[in-house]
């Protein structure tokens, strides 16, 4: 880890960091340019692998002030450059429960944009197995009141291949 602090501001390069939570989620490698300060954090040519996923991204949030973090979801907005990435649901169980056993790795890319209860998916491309695919631009409003969720689908192109389906750990 290499920073400089500059008044306010602090950036740096992260050339190896990695570390395993006490849930068992294990970080193997991540690497990237950092900039915080405070109106914003950014990561920029990011890479983060775990023993099921590898994550190529620009990682943004801005704030108005150092607060805005007390409502982060609403608050803070991100933005995010995925490149060609692969992210297994393993991994993501860590932090969502709900799916673990499952064992899925899709393919992805594409930009998301907003706040964590309202944000779009822009020219996202996702790929499951060999035969499955979707692509387009999707905007999801109030998503932490699921009971009052918006969803806006722009499927562009989509594939469907029910028999590679079935093989989804659900």
Do not use: C
């Not at 880890?1 to 970080?27: A, C, E, M, P, R």
């Not at 340019?33 to 109106?39: G, K, L, M, S, V």
């Not at 040519?45 to 607060?67: K, Q």
Request: hydrophobic letters at 40%.
């Amino acid at each position: 880890l290499k920073f400089t602090v500059n008044q306010t501001d602090i950036s740096g390069k992260i050339t190896h960091l990695s570390f395993q939570q006490y849930t068992g989620f294990q970080l193997l490698n991540a690497t990237g340019n950092f900039r915080i300060n405070e109106q914003q954090l950014v990561f920029n040519d990011a890479l983060l692998v775990t023993p099921y996923s590898h994550l190529f991204f620009d990682l943004g949030f801005s704030y108005s002030h150092w607060e805005s973090y007390a409502d982060f979801i609403d608050s803070v907005k991100i933005s995010a450059n995925i490149r060609p990435s692969t992210l297994n649901t393993e991994d993501i169980a860590y932090f969502a429960p709900a799916l673990k056993g499952m064992k899925n790795s899709l393919i992805l890319k594409g930009n998301l944009l907003g706040t964590v209860n309202d944000f779009s998916l822009q020219n996202i491309h996702i790929n499951y197995a060999t035969n499955n695919f979707l692509e387009g631009d999707f905007a999801l409003k109030e998503v932490t009141h699921i009971e009052q969720l918006y969803l806006d689908l722009n499927i562009e192109h989509s594939n469907f291949d029910f028999t590679e389906l079935k093989s989804l750990s659900l």
